[in-house]
Structure formats: structure tokens, C-alpha cells
């Protein structure tokens, strides 16, 4: 089994930034993959960014390209999201999960496992 716990959200202005973190426990070690994903009220969760278990590979949504990054720190078991030129529509539910398998990284259903999800919410 594998916990994952979401930390770091909060309320800032658009154009500010933030990082929130996915703290990792349990076996780890048989993840390939750990990505983001989002939830607004009324819409789908949506894709955010996800990193393979070296790191050497990330990938991003289109709606965040060149405005977050992912990147993880093993010595902590932590995969963070810093996100640059915060917009209104980022405003949603933030969960990390983990998935055994990186070909479909960008479908929730590929992952196994749930964080509970951090809240980010960006003022105009």
C-alpha cells in the first residue's frame, strides 16, 4: 500500500505562486510514476503534471505548460508542483497520485493511488 498526503495549498493573487507538496509512505517503490491532477466544482479532474520514478522524465498539461514544474526529492520521498503566473482558472481541488505503469500518465484511471487532495484557490 501506498499514502500520499497533499500539503501546501492555499489563497494567493493572480500572477503569484505557489508550491504544494505530495508527501509519499508505504511501497513506494513499485511506482513508476507520480503525477498532478485537479478537480474545479462542476468540471472533470484534469491532468496537471506528472514525473517517472528517475525524474528524467516529466510531462505537463497544455493549460500549465511553462507555468508549473514538477520535481521530486527522493531523500524526502516528496514530488512538489511550484506553480508560476497563478491564473483564476488554476483555482481547484489538488491531488497527487501514483501509478505502477507511465504509458498512460495523463489518465486518471491509470493511477492506483489518491492523495486526498490540497486546496489552491487564486484570486483576481
Known amino acids: 500500500q501506498v499514502q500520499l498526503v497533499e500539503s501546501g495549498g492555499g489563497l494567493v493573487q493572480a500572477g503569484g505562486s505557489l508550491r504544494v507538496s505530495c508527501a509519499a509512505s508505504?511501497?513506494?517503490?513499485?511506482?513508476?510514476?507520480t503525477g498532478w491532477f485537479r478537480q474545479a466544482p462542476g468540471k472533470d479532474r484534469e491532468f496537471v503534471a506528472a514525473?517517472?520514478?528517475?525524474?528524467?522524465?516529466?510531462y505537463y498539461g497544455d493549460s500549465v505548460k511553462g507555468r508549473f514544474t514538477i520535481y521530486r526529492d527522493d531523500a524526502k520521498n516528496t514530488v512538489y508542483l511550484q506553480m508560476n503566473t497563478l491564473k483564476p482558472e488554476d483555482t481547484a481541488l489538488y491531488y497527487c497520485?501514483?501509478?505502477?505503469?507511465?504509458?498512460?500518465?495523463?489518465?486518471?484511471?491509470?493511477?492506483?493511488?489518491w492523495g486526498q487532495g490540497t486546496q489552491v484557490t487564486v484570486s483576481s
Open positions: 508505504g511501497r513506494t517503490f513499485s511506482s513508476v510514476v
Open positions: 514525473i517517472s520514478r528517475s525524474g528524467s522524465s516529466t
Open positions: 497520485a501514483m501509478s505502477y505503469y507511465i504509458e498512460y500518465y495523463y489518465r486518471s484511471s491509470n493511477y492506483n493511488y
